[in-house]
């Protein structure tokens, strides 16, 4: 089951992005190679975090604090535009097709038309923001394990500074 759901996906994300390409929807095409981007970068960060010895994993995990927390909330917003850039296009071919006059029905058209881009950026957005907050979550676990307990306690308050 999971081989086949990676097959759809990466076969549709690989549609999309020709599709888009080929449509002459550069910003679309760069939207899906980003999010390809944010979970490549995602995998490397956590591949490093978990082969890294125990006491560098702190030190390396603050390094690449900030840019672990964009890979995993760029996805989203990219989705996002993906979407209004997508409707946008489909608009302004619509548009060029109506010759600057436009009813209720061409203006349907154009969003039924938009449709197909709009879904898979949202979806891509989703999917990689997904994969790239499970990574993230297992940095942020494999950083706490590697705190000593004496330390723990303290944050916690159990210890005190006299013990």
Known sequence: MPAELLSIVSSNFITSVAASIEAGEDPV????????FFAAARTWITMRTVI????????????YH???ELTVNL?????????????????ADQMAMAQGTM????????????????????IAG????????LLSSLD??????????ELQKMEEGLCSEED
């Not at 890294?52 to 390094?63: G, V």
């Not at 996805?75 to 608009?91: D, N, S």
């Not at 942020?140 to 307990?149: D, F, N, Q, R, W």
């Open 29 to 36: 095409a760069m939207i899906y190679i980003s999010m390809a």
């Open 52 to 63: 890294s010895q125990k006491d560098l994993r702190i030190s390396y995990y603050e390094r």
């Open 75 to 91: 996805p989203v917003i990219f989705g996002v535009m993906g979407t209004l850039i997508g409707v946008t296009f489909a608009i």
């Open 126 to 133: 989703g999917i990689v923001h997904a994969y790239c907050f």
């Open 103 to 122: 009813t209720g029905q061409d203006f349907g058209n154009a969003l039924s038309g938009s449709f197909g881009t709009a879904i898979t950026t949202t």
């Open 66 to 68: 900030t840019f672990s």
């Open 140 to 149: 942020h676990y494999m950083a706490e394990k590697s705190i000593p307990k």
